[in-house]
């Protein structure tokens, strides 16, 4: 059976394992799959649907086992704890019947999620103590009267878990009231990815399919936790590696899966010993990824290794891109990104003799100030050794949530495409808004300034999201009526109160589904979900379709769509093969269940669907990275103190603001209240390992966090999120609007008194 992810041994921070997974991680499926609730948990690892957790898109149609490439044991273990916290029991009634808010706002994320399962709907009114249960047609008399408000006033804010089916009618519906606030968590996310890919090939997402992936020489692994994030990846880099390819890590952190991973695919060569992944580990200084990339094309240029026919034929702008590398000095590259020239060459010349390379890329270079010049920077490199347009090579963002692939090609983006503009215009036979939509950050800003009157959630947390929580708190406090789909209680629906009324509506998670639903991968595969069964006795779970569908009926009437008939998601894949180009295959795909790759988006030939045909190029200014000294943050020199550049991300065992286990073995990490450094930055600032100290950013500070040390690059920290988004106002990537999660200022010291 493979199981990518590790389970949690009580963690030790004395003797983090040299191995990424690891025979641990059997044991992790043992104790979930052989427990009471093992039989469910079986059928549904084995219900033809795609696996909830990352977007590596395992699953669907041939057996929830199968890849898109049609191998089959593809499941990872942390598919079984998405799946074994949707199997949980209701929430006891008593839960929402007894305790306060101010009681439920003491839970940590672990213990809301562990409540159990929504199950009933449920209001919380100004002023009073305690959430209520409601009936669906009092959902609706409150849902319908928020609605009418006008349209720049009402708003929506999504998570990548719902369906495309749903998805697209969230934005049906939004769009055909007059509004374009369709905010989603990938605005916190791979914003920056989108806009950068669509400005150079326009098409934002990866032009690289699985089977592309099993072609490279080389991959280049840029800013990524793959062994926690997307387990199975693990698996392409271990077959790689055996096949003579190259891998390049570059991530400030040495994280230990990267290193070494032990995979239970291949019990005999890996699991015992693990396998090694990275042929080069490049540790930058966080935030520098464009100054390394530079420093790499630089080094293409000086051992001729850019491929100059092939710009000259499929790109343009390219010259500027070769002057700057070239004007850029080895000085300021160097100093920049805290990497030696030797380094730098050396990586340049794997990528430069390879045949076949892919960048593939997650979190650590999008969540920056300048997010969209780091995703120039790795696709400015693979242009220029001709890596884009070829089988086996290309650009490869890694995606989050299991379908936020599918919410933006549904149209749930403030960065509608003009063609599904024109479509959709069509068919709701009126011209839509001109009026820009919020994304993520600007729908806070603008709850903040009382903009807002109704939010709609389609599941999701966008309060732990969000940093600043406190901001995230008083803005959505500014909002009259906030609706949340859910299929779990978290920590939004306990501080993320609206002024007049909060309501928590249940659903049906993907695998119960009762009618058959669609979701995208990251490599652009359409999967076909069955429908299925809760395992939930006498509850009043609800289908996102059927509420969106009823919502919009009672607002917009029956012409001229036809709302009520779009409860059956049939109906819904019918207008999305109508209206969204790439997705005709949707209208047939529940009858004849051939999934399907969105045609136009995986490029075997250097010809891109830009106005011209050829990649445009941009020139990618070197970061400014300076940190704020102590006294900026008002501690005086007089107390010993370090600044360092935290990055801000995940454990091995949460998924995003919902936290599974607390420790992180792999890091050495016990619990969540830890900072990890570098032991030379303790050393010269006056701290030692598993001291307690103060860690301050701009909006706030945590105390009592124990310090750990790691192989992280000197200068850099990191702390896990949500909790860590109390203390920051994160700086915003103007052309993507992502928040600078990975790079936020902050100050370790002692308080005085303690
Ligand atoms: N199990 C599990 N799977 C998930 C998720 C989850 O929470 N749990 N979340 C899903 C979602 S929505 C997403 S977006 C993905 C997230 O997947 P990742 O992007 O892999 O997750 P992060 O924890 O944000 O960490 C990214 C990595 O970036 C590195 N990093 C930090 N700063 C920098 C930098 O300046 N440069 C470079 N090069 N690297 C840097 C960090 O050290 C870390 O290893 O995973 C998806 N899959
Ligand atoms: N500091 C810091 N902050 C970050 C990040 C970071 O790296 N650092 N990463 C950012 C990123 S990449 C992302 S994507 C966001 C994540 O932000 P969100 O997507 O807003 O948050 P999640 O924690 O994934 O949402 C989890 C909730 O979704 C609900 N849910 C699960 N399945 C379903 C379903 O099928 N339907 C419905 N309706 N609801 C469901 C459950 O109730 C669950 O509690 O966080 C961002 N915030
Ligand atoms: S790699 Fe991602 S999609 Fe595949 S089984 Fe693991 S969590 Fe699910
Ligand atoms: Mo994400």
Same mark, same amino acid.
């Given at each position: 059976m493979d199981a990518n992810l590790p389970p949690h041994p009580a963690a030790s921070s004395d003797s983090p394992p040299? @191995?990424? +997974?690891?025979?641990p991680v059997l044991q992790y499926w043992a104790e979930h799959t052989l427990s009471p609730d093992g039989l469910k948990l079986w059928q549904t690892l084995f219900h033809k649907s795609a696996c909830l957790s990352c977007a590596w898109g395992t699953g669907g149609q041939k057996g929830g086992f199968v890849n898109e490439a049609g191998e089959v044991l593809q499941r990872c273990a942390k598919s079984v704890e998405a799946i074994a916290a949707e199997l949980q029991p209701a929430v006891p009634p008593e839960i929402f019947g007894q305790r306060t808010i101010a009681e439920l706002q003491q839970l940590t994320s672990e213990q809301a999620d562990r409540l159990g399962r929504l199950s009933v709907p449920l209001l919380l009114r100004a002023g009073h103590s305690h959430y209520e249960r409601i009936t669906w047609d009092q959902v609706y008399a409150i849902a319908e009267s928020a609605f009418r408000r006008p349209a720049p006033r009402i708003a929506s804010y999504s998570s990548g878990r719902s369906s495309n089916e749903a998805a697209y009618l969230l934005q049906l519906m939004m769009r055909a009231l007059g509004s374009n606030n369709l905010a989603d968590c990938s605005d916190l996310c791979h914003a920056a990815s989108t806009v950068g890919l669509k400005q150079m090939f326009?098409? +934002?997402?990866?032009? @690289?399919?699985l089977e592309d992936l099993k072609q490279a020489d080389c991959v280049v692994l @840029?800013?990524? #936790? /793959?062994? /926690? #994030?997307?387990? %199975?990846?693990m698996n392409e880099l271990i077959k790689l590696r055996d096949r003579g390819g190259k891998v390049i890590v570059v991530n400030p952190l040495k994280e230990v899966g990267l290193v070494k991973f032990a995979s239970p695919a291949f019990p005999v060569k890996s699991l015992l010993r693990g396998s090694e992944i990275a042929s080069l580990y490049l540790q930058p200084i966080p935030g520098s990824d464009t100054a390394l990339f530079v420093g790499i094309q630089k080094s293409l240029i000086e051992q001729g290794l850019i491929h100059r026919d092939y710009l000259q034929a499929h790109t343009s702008g390219w010259e500027a891109v070769v002057h700057h590398a070239q004007s850029s000095t080895w000085e300021t590259i160097t100093s920049t990104c805290g990497l030696s020239q030797l380094e730098i060459s050396t990586a340049a010349a794997l990528i430069g003799t390879a045949e076949r390379v892919v960048f593939a890329w997650a979190m650590g270079v999008t969540q920056h100030e300048n997010g969209v010049d780091n995703i120039f920077s790795i696709a400015n490199t693979a242009l220029l050794t001709g890596n884009a347009g070829k089988p086996g090579a290309g650009t490869m963002p890694i995606r989050g949530h299991s379908n936020v692939q599918g919410f933006g090609s549904m149209g749930v983006t403030v960065h509608l495409k003009e063609e599904i503009r024109l479509a959709l215009e069509r068919l709701l036979d009126r011209p839509l808004s001109r009026v820009p939509g919020y994304d993520t950050r600007a729908l806070i800003e603008a709850a903040a300034s009382g903009a807002i009157d109704t939010l709609l959630c389609l599941g999701g947390n966008l309060y732990a999201a969000n940093p600043d929580a406190t901001q995230a708190q008083a803005a959505l406090g500014q909002i009259e009526t906030i609706i949340y789909l859910a299929t779990k209680p978290n920590l939004g629906h306990f501080h993320g109160l609206a002024q007049h009324n909060t309501l928590i509506l249940p659903v049906f998670a993907r695998f119960e589904n009762p009618h058959q639903t669609t979701t995208e991968s990251g490599n652009n595969f359409v999967r076909l979900n069955d429908s299925g069964r809760t395992h939930l006795q006498r509850t009043e779970l609800i289908a996102e379709v059927e509420f969106l569908s009823e919502l919009a009926a009672r607002l917009l009437g029956d012409t001229p769509v036809n709302w009520h008939q779009l409860q059956d998601p049939h109906y819904v894949r019918q207008l999305i093969a109508q209206t969204?180009? +790439?997705?005709?295959q949707m209208a047939t795909i529940d009858q004849i269940h051939v999934e399907f790759t969105i045609p136009g988006r995986i490029f075997h030939r250097p010809q891109f669907p830009t106005a011209t045909g050829q990649a445009q190029m941009f020139v990618t200014p070197l970061p400014d990275l300076t940190l704020p000294q102590a006294q900026d943050f008002g501690i005086p020199d007089t107390i010993p103190s370090m600044v360092l550049a935290l990055g801000t991300g995940r454990s091995y065992s949460q998924h995003n603001t919902v @936290?599974? %286990?607390?420790?992180?073995t792999y890091r050495g990490m016990?619990?969540? #209240?830890c900072i990890l450094l570098n032991a030379m930055d303790a050393a010269t600032g006056g701290f030692q390992e598993h001291q307690r100290v103060t860690v301050q950013g701009d909006a706030g500070k945590l105390e009592q966090v124990e310090i750990i040390f790691g192989e992280i690059r000197q200068g850099a920290a990191l702390m896990f999120y949500p909790e860590v988004n109390a203390i920051f106002q994160a700086r915003i990537d103007a052309r993507s609007g992502t928040p600078a999660f990975k790079r936020v200022p902050v100050v370790v010291y002692v308080p005085v008194n303690s």
């Open positions: 040299q @191995v990424g +997974g690891g025979l326009g098409s +934002g997402t990866s032009m @690289v399919s @840029v800013g990524s #936790n /793959a062994p /926690a #994030n997307h387990p %199975r990846l969204i180009p +790439g997705f005709e @936290v599974y %286990r607390p420790g992180d016990p619990h969540r #209240n």
